[in-house]
Nanobody, 125 residues
Framework: QLVEAGGGVVQAGDSLRLSCVVS????????MAWFRQPPGKDREFVAY????????NIGDSVKGRFTISRDNAKNTVYLQMSRLEPEDTAVYYC????????????????????WGQGTQVTVSS
């Protein structure tokens, strides 16, 4: 089970940190990612981190503003969001590659077998 937290309503330019707590023993060996779905749009890739935390990939639309990290001792992955823009308004989902589908690129939703319920982030101008 994946449970996101930390969403809310903020103003443009603010920062916010999302967290995703993963239950079960597979977290420390699972690649993790964040995706988001803006209103009326398709789900899009935001950030990826491999199981050990030494490799990350950030989506072009948030590069330089968002970072991803994880704490395997706490079974938690984080998304630090800075300089938020109204265009960042979306439901944010964390996802876990619990099957080890290393052949699928990290930007593809199909890589991840487990998803959280999502947390809403709203950025006002």
């Amino acid at each position: 089970q994946l449970v996101e937290a930390g969403g809310g309503v903020v103003q443009a330019g603010d920062s916010l940190r999302l967290s995703c707590v993963v239950s079960g023993r597979t977290f420390s060996s699972a690649d993790m990612a964040w995706f988001r779905q803006p209103p009326g749009k398709d789900r899009e890739f935001v950030a990826y981190i491999n199981w050990s935390g030494d490799r990350t990939n950030i989506g072009d639309s948030v590069k330089g503003r968002f970072t991803i990290s994880r704490d395997n001792a706490k079974n938690t992955v984080y998304l630090q969001m800075s300089r938020l823009e109204p265009e960042d308004t979306a439901v944010y989902y964390c996802a876990a590659d619990v099957m080890g589908t290393y052949s699928i690129p990290p930007e593809r939703p199909t890589k991840y077998a487990r998803w959280g319920q999502g947390t809403q982030v709203t950025v006002s101008s």
